[in-house]
């Protein structure tokens, strides 16, 4: 069992959707970050949450601790946002990663 | 560029082959990771540096992987012996301490172990 379970595994949307990733977690965690990998292997690390919300441009990411669940919502969504979104949860000194959601937006 | 670099990009090599990769983090960083990722799934921790100590190994580390950080700056990944399924990615990662502290991540070092 995954500590950290991310959905959907894959997601296509057309340009302009409102787009949600949820990722659930079953361990205590201190942080959790969203990032973002594009098809080169590339990650950048979107938002780090410990409690409420964050907005950065179109993107917003919640956390609610006593369900273990994150969201991360993506507004008017671009192609260029066509990445693998990956939830990663720290607890102590280890890092978890979901196996990421694919989304793909269509022109 | 002050992010993380890793070298190589990619690898080739044949099995039973000793390859190293090499990570430099940003430079104020203390804490540097090891991870491995494959095809369709997220990066799996292998290993942690808190400066130039090696605090922590992931259970998938075998006895054919090392790691070092000699001066708590670059840090450099040795595999052993390459088996077919060393091939991935391999991520390195740094932050200033850990816990809630931002994850810079390197563009990976692709192993392909023919």
């Known amino acids: 069992k995954n500590e950290v379970e991310q959905s959907p595994q894959n997601l296509t949307a057309q340009e302009g959707e409102f787009i949600t990733i949820n990722c659930s977690y079953s361990?205590?965690?201190?942080?959790l970050h969203w990032l973002q990998q594009h098809p080169g292997g590339g990650i950048v690390s979107l938002f780090m949450?410990?409690?409420g919300k964050k907005k950065h441009g179109r993107l917003i990411a919640t956390i609610n601790i006593q369900e273990k669940h994150s969201s991360l919502h993506i507004t008017a969504s671009h192609p260029r946002d066509s990445a693998v979104y990956i939830c990663?949860?720290?607890?102590?000194?280890?890092?978890?990663f979901g196996t990421g959601t694919s989304l793909t937006v269509i022109p | 560029d002050t992010g993380v670099s890793q070298n190589p990009r990619h690898k080739i090599t044949k099995r039973g082959q000793n390859v190293t990769f090499r990570c430099d983090p940003i430079s104020e960083h203390n804490r540097l990771y090891w991870y491995r990722q494959t095809l369709g799934q997220g990066p799996e921790f292998l290993t942690y540096f808190q400066n130039e100590a090696q605090l922590e190994k992931s259970r998938l580390l075998s006895d054919r992987f090392s790691a070092e950080r000699p001066k708590g700056s670059f840090s450099t990944l040795e595999i052993q012996r390459t088996e077919q399924g060393d091939s991935a990615m391999y991520l390195c990662?740094?932050?200033?301490?850990?816990?809630?502290?931002?994850?810079?991540f390197g563009s990976g070092t692709q192993l392909s172990v023919l």
């Open positions: 361990v205590g965690i201190s942080a």
């Open positions: 990662a740094s932050s200033l301490n850990g816990g809630q502290t931002k994850l810079f």
């Open positions: 949450l410990s409690s």
């Open positions: 990663a949860v720290i607890t102590g000194n280890q890092f978890y």
